[in-house]
C-alpha cells in the first residue's frame, strides 16, 4: 500500500482500481483465456456454493448436506485457491498470467486446506490420534494459508501467527521471560490442535466466515452492483452539499450509508472518497484534512450497525448474546459520533472561512439532522414493526398461503418502485456528474427499490429473529431479482430500448456481482482462518493469561492506566489486519484482560461493552500511523502525505477513542438496562457532550476559543458523560454488607437483576484473587438460594463462619465467570442510597452558558457580519 500512496499526481480510474483490487479482489487479471475463465468461474462457483449451502434446499433434496466442519474446509479451499491465482506473490510478479508454480501451489492449497471436508470420515475415527497424512496436509495447509493471507492482506496478520505459533513451539526456551514461559507443544500437538480440530483454524471465526459473513460481503457486492452505492452518494451530496464544507459533511454521510455495502474501511474509503476528496479540496480543504475527514468517516461505517464489518455477527458467538442486542448497544455510540464527525467538519470550514450557497445556522442544522434521524429510525422501525404485525395477521388469517402472499406483495411494491423510478433519467456516474446534481427529491425517487432489500434484510433480522445466514441469504436472493429485471422493468416501462438487451445487461452484471462479492472475500476468509490460528494458540497455551499479567504489571495495578495499556495494545495488534480479524485477534488476547484486571479494582463491566471496547481500539489501527491502511488508501487520493493524513485522521477521530473509556465506566451510553424514556434522554446527553468535546478539541465554538473555554467545553462534556465521577467523590456508590445476607438480598432483588459479590480465593493457576462480580438472579418467585442456584449456577456453604463457594454449574453464568471452589464470599455490595448523579449538569450547564456568551460577545464585536451565520 505505501507505494500506491506517493502519487505524484492525481491517481487515475486504474490506479484506485489497483488500490481496491490489493486491497480486496486481487491485482492479477491474466490475458490467457483458460487463466481468465478459471478466474471468472471459481468465484462464481463459490458464489454459488455459499448461497446452496444457506438455502434450505439441500436438506429439502438431502443432496449437498455437509456438517459445518466440512463446509468450514470448503470455504477455506476456495479462499486459499483464489489467494493464490487472483493475488501476485510480490510487486515484481507478472499480473498478466499465473506461473506454473503458483496453479500448483494453489492447487495444493486448496486440497491441503480442505481436507477435513473430503477426509472426514476418516480424521474423527482418529481423533487425537492423528496419521501421518493428516499430520502432513494440516501442516501443508497450515503454511500455505499463512502464505495466501501475506499474498491478500500483507504481511502483519502473518507475522502476528508466526509470533503466536513460534510461543507454541518455543515457549519453553529459557531466553524468555519466566512469567510467559510454558512447556511448549510437539509438532503432533500443534497441528491436532491448531488444523483438525474446531479449537484452531476452523473454529467460531472461519464458521461466521462460512456461515455468514460471505452472505453478507455478497449482499453488499450485489447491492452495489445494482447501483446501491453511487445512489446513496449522490443522495448525501444532494442534500448537503450546498452547505458550508457541503462535500465534507455529504462525505461523513455517504459513508455511513456505504459502510452498510462494503464493511471494509479501506474499500469505503477508495469507494466514496474517489468523489468526495476532489470535491473537498475543491472547496478549501488541504489533501491531508480532505483525506482525513474520508478515514474518520470511513471508520465509522465499520462501526456502525446493522453489519459493522460483520463483527456484529462475530460479537454473538464471542459474547453470547442475540444480534438485536449488538445492535442496541452499538447504535448510540456510532450515532453520535458520526454527529460529531459532521460538527468537526462544520468548525473546521467556519475555520477556514468557507462560505456555502446555504447560510444555515449550525443548531438548526444539528437540529434537522436530529430530526432526519430521528424520524427515520421511527420510520423504518414503525415499517418494520407494521410488516410484523401483518405478517402475524396474515398467518393467523391465512394459514400456510401467508408466506407466498407477502412474497408476492414484496414483488409488487418492487415493481411499482421501478416504474416510479423509471419515470426519471437513471443517475449518472463519474466525478463530472457531482457537479450539477438533481434536486434531492428527484434522486430519492430514482433508487427506493434500493431500500427494499435492506428492510427485509432488517426485517428478517429484527422482527422475525431469522438466522443472520438464513436473513442475509434471502435478502441476497432478492437482490438477485432486483438485478436480473430492474433494467428490463425500466425499458419496459419507458417504452424505449431493447428488453432483451436490458436482461442480458442484467444477467451480466448478475453474474459480476456474484463474482465481486467472491473475490471480496479471498483475503476476509484467509484472515479469519488465520486469526483461528492465534485464538487456537491462546487456548492452547494459556497466554491470555500472561497478557493480563504483563498489563498489570505495566499499570501498577491503575484501572484507568490498564484500560489506557489495553487501547495501546489493541491498536497495535489491529495494524494491518482487516476489521473481522482485527476483531478476532484484539478481542481474544484482551477481553479477558478487561474483565479480570477490572473485577479486581471494583469495576464489574458486561461483556458486550470490553467487546465493544477492543473492537473500536483494534478499528483505530487503521487510522493510526505508521500502518494506518485507510489513511494510506486516502492519501493515494488526495495526494496528500500519508503520515500527515492519518495524524490529522487520528485528531478527527478523538472522539471515536474517547467512547470506549466512557461506556467502560457509562454502560447507559450501550443502552444496556436502560428502558426508551431512559434511552432518549441517554441519547440526547451523551449527543450534547460529544458536541462540546469536538468543540473543544477543534478550538471552536461560536468564535475561535481561548484556552481556558476549550477546557471548560471539555468539563462540560465530560461531566455530561460521567456525572457519577464527582458523585462518587462525595458518596460511596455502594454501601457493605456482610456475607450471611446473601439469601436474603438475593430474594429481594427486582426481577433479572444482579447480586453484586466480593469474593476472594486462589485461581487454578495459584494466583490469588479478590474480585467483584455480578451474578444473574433471573425472576421473582424463588428464595434466595435458588434464584442463585438456578440463574447463576452457583451454591455455598458456611464453613468456621465463613461463606465459601461449595458447587458450580459446568458451563454456568458464574464458572463462564471463572470464578472457583472454595473462594470465600468477603462482602455484599449494594447501591447506596444518595443523591442523583443528574444534579451535576446544572453546574456543567452554568458553565457552558457561560462560554456561550462570552464568546458571542467576542464575535459580535470582531465579526459582526458573522454572529448569527
Not at 432526519?372 to 396474515?394: D, E, F, R
Request: charged residues 15%.
Amino acid at each position: 500500500m505505501t507505494e500506491t500512496a506517493k502519487p505524484s499526481t492525481a491517481p487515475s480510474d486504474t490506479d484506485l482500481d489497483d488500490i481496491v483490487a490489493e486491497s480486496d479482489t486481487g491485482a492479477r487479471a491474466p490475458r490467457d483465456r483458460f487463466s481468465a475463465n478459471i478466474l471468472w468461474s471459481v468465484p462464481l462457483v463459490w458464489s454459488l456454493y455459499q448461497l446452496w449451502i444457506a438455502s434450505p434446499l439441500p436438506f429439502m433434496l438431502g443432496v449437498g448436506v455437509w456438517n459445518d466442519t466440512q463446509t468450514r474446509a470448503i470455504h477455506l479451499g476456495f479462499a486459499v485457491f483464489l489467494a493464490f491465482v487472483a493475488f501476485p506473490a510480490f510487486r515484481s510478479s507478472p499480473r498478466d498470467r499465473i506461473p506454473l508454480v503458483t496453479w500448483a501451489t494453489a492447487l495444493l492449497g486448496a486440497i491441503s486446506s480442505s481436507y477435513l471436508a473430503w477426509n472426514y470420515v476418516g480424521v474423527a475415527a482418529r481423533t487425537g490420534i492423528p496419521s501421518t497424512m493428516d499430520l502432513a496436509m494440516a501442516g501443508i495447509a497450515l503454511v500455505l494459508l499463512m502464505e495466501a493471507a501475506r499474498r491478500s492482506l500483507g504481511f502483519p496478520l502473518m507475522g502476528v501467527a508466526i509470533f503466536f505459533l513460534a510461543y507454541v513451539f518455543f515457549g519453553s526456551w529459557s531466553g524468555l521471560p519466566e512469567m510467559v514461559q510454558w512447556k511448549g507443544a510437539s509438532f503432533n500437538k500443534a497441528m491436532s490442535h491448531l488444523m483438525l480440530t474446531t479449537e484452531g483454524v476452523f473454529g467460531v471465526a472461519l464458521g461466521v466466515s462460512s456461515g455468514f459473513v460471505f452472505l453478507f460481503v455478497l449482499f453488499g457486492a450485489l447491492l452495489n452492483q445494482a447501483g446501491a452505492g453511487n445512489y446513496f452518494l449522490q443522495l448525501a451530496f444532494a442534500a448537503l452539499g450546498h452547505l458550508r464544507g457541503g462535500p465534507a459533511k455529504a462525505a461523513v454521510i455517504a459513508s455511513a450509508a456505504t459502510g452498510l455495502i462494503s464493511g471494509s474501511a479501506i474499500a469505503n474509503v477508495v469507494t466514496t472518497g474517489t468523489f468526495t476528496i476532489p470535491l473537498m479540496r475543491k472547496v478549501g480543504f488541504s489533501p491531508a484534512k480532505a483525506g482525513a475527514v474520508e478515514v474518520s468517516s470511513s471508520i465509522n461505517g465499520v462501526l456502525t450497525p446493522p453489519v459493522m464489518g460483520a463483527v456484529a455477527f462475530l460479537m454473538t458467538e464471542y459474547v453470547g448474546i442475540s444480534y438485536v442486542e449488538v445492535v442496541k448497544t452499538a447504535i448510540v455510540p456510532a450515532a453520535i459520533s458520526y454527529m460529531a464527525l459532521v460538527y468537526i467538519v462544520h468548525l473546521e470550514a467556519l475555520k477556514m472561512g468557507m462560505k456555502g450557497s446555504s447560510r444555515m445556522h449550525p443548531v438548526k442544522f444539528m437540529l434537522g439532522a436530529i430530526f432526519i434521524i430521528a424520524s427515520s429510525i421511527v420510520i423504518g422501525g414503525g415499517t418494520l414493526w407494521l410488516a410484523g404485525q401483518i405478517v402475524t395477521l396474515s398467518e393467523s388469517v391465512l394459514g400456510a398461503l401467508s408466506t407466498p402472499i407477502l412474497v408476492v406483495a414484496l414483488v409488487i411494491a418492487y415493481v411499482a418502485s421501478v416504474r416510479y423510478a423509471a419515470a426519471r433519467p437513471d443517475l449518472e456516474t463519474g466525478l463530472d456528474s457531482m457537479q450539477n446534481l438533481p434536486p434531492t427529491g428527484t434522486i430519492l425517487k430514482t433508487g427506493l427499490h434500493y431500500l427494499l432489500p435492506i428492510l427485509l434484510l432488517m426485517y428478517l433480522l429484527m422482527i422475525e429473529r431469522k438466522s443472520p445466514g438464513l436473513s442475509a441469504f434471502w435478502s441476497s436472493i432478492f437482490m438477485l431479482l432486483i438485478l436480473l429485471t430492474q433494467d428490463p422493468l425500466k425499458a419496459f416501462f419507458r417504452s424505449t430500448g431493447n428488453i432483451q438487451e436490458a436482461f442480458a445487461h442484467g444477467f451480466s452484471q448478475t453474474l459480476d456481482g456474484l463474482i465481486i462479492g467472491a473475490r471480496n472475500m479471498v483475503g476476509l476468509a484467509a484472515a479469519m482462518g488465520l486469526a483461528g490460528i492465534i485464538v487456537g494458540a491462546v487456548t492452547l497455551t494459556g497466554i491470555g493469561q500472561v497478557m493480563a499479567e504483563f498489563v498489570e504489571f505495566l499499570s501498577g495495578g491503575n484501572l484507568l492506566a490498564m484500560l489506557f495499556f489495553v487501547a495501546i495494545i489493541s491498536i497495535v495488534l489491529g495494524m494491518g489486519l482487516p476489521t473481522t480479524a482485527n476483531y478476532i485477534v484484539v478481542s481474544s488476547l484482551m477481553a479477558g484482560v478487561v474483565v479480570e484486571l477490572g473485577a479486581q479494582n471494583g469495576l464489574i463491566v458486561p461483556l458486550v461493552a470490553v467487546h465493544m471496547f477492543c473492537f473500536y481500539f483494534g478499528i483505530m489501527a487503521d487510522v493510526t500511523p505508521p500502518v494506518g491502511l485507510a489513511s494510506f488508501a486516502a492519501a493515494a487520493i488526495s495526494k496528500g502525505d500519508p503520515l500527515r493524513t492519518g495524524f490529522q485522521a487520528f485528531f478527527y477521530s478523538i472522539r471515536t477513542a474517547l467512547l470506549p473509556f466512557l461506556f467502560i465506566f457509562n454502560t447507559d451510553l450501550l443502552l444496556i438496562d436502560v428502558g426508551p424514556f431512559q434511552a432518549v434522554i441517554v441519547f440526547i446527553t451523551a449527543l450534547i457532550a460529544m458536541l462540546l468535546f469536538a468543540a473543544g478539541t477543534m478550538g471552536y465554538f461560536q468564535t475561535r476559543s481561548r484556552l481556558w473555554e476549550s477546557a471548560v467545553l471539555i468539563l462540560c462534556a465530560f461531566t455530561l458523560f460521567r456525572p457519577d465521577f464527582f458523585l462518587n467523590q462525595i458518596a460511596d456508590e455502594f454501601e457493605t454488607r456482610p456475607a450471611t445476607e446473601i439469601y436474603a438480598l438475593a430474594e429481594a432483588a427486582p426481577e433479572n437483576s444482579s447480586l453484586r459479590v466480593r469474593l476472594a480465593g486462589e485461581s487454578l493457576e495459584g494466583d490469588l484473587v479478590d474480585a467483584r462480580f455480578l451474578l444473574p438472579l433471573g425472576a421473582l418467585g424463588d428464595s434466595g438460594e435458588a434464584r442463585l442456584t438456578n440463574e447463576a449456577g452457583i451454591e455455598f456453604r458456611e464453613e468456621d463462619g465463613k461463606l465459601l463457594v461449595d458447587n458450580l454449574e459446568f458451563g454456568g453464568p458464574a464458572e463462564q465467570l471463572k470464578i472457583d471452589f472454595d473462594w470465600e464470599v468477603v462482602e455484599l455490595e449494594v447501591e447506596a442510597d444518595r443523591p442523583p448523579q443528574e444534579i451535576f449538569y446544572l453546574p456543567a450547564l452554568l458553565l457552558l452558558g457561560l462560554v456561550f456568551f462570552v464568546q458571542r460577545r467576542r464575535k459580535q464585536k470582531t465579526e459582526p457580519e458573522e454572529a448569527f451565520a
